[in-house]
């Protein structure tokens, strides 16, 4: 399997959104900044980042791996959705 490393531009909003993360308490811009980290990471097809990758990005940040796997979670579901807006858009069905 080949190693995919995410694009700098979308490393960029995943670090901006983690150093202004609240991490001990959610804050609605904490989840507008991931969204658009998850966005961006979608148009610039980045849409199958590694846990490892996505871990290794934002250890400096926080090391809570249940916290970690729950955002990381939301990205895959984030991907999917704008995945299925787009061909639903496309009209793909």
Request: hydrophobic residues 35%.
């Amino acid at each position: 399997m080949m190693l995919i490393i995410m694009k700098p531009s979308t490393r960029e909003k995943l670090i901006n959104w983690a150093n202004g993360n609240n991490w001990s308490a959610s804050h609605p811009l904490d989840m507008e900044r991931f969204w658009k980290f998850v966005i961006e990471a979608y148009t610039n097809g980045d849409s199958q980042i590694s846990e490892d990758e996505f871990y290794g990005s934002l250890s400096s940040f926080y090391d809570d791996e249940d916290v970690l796997t729950d955002y990381y979670i939301k990205y895959e579901n984030g991907i999917e959705l704008l995945d299925c807006y787009n061909k639903e858009k496309d009209g793909f069905q």
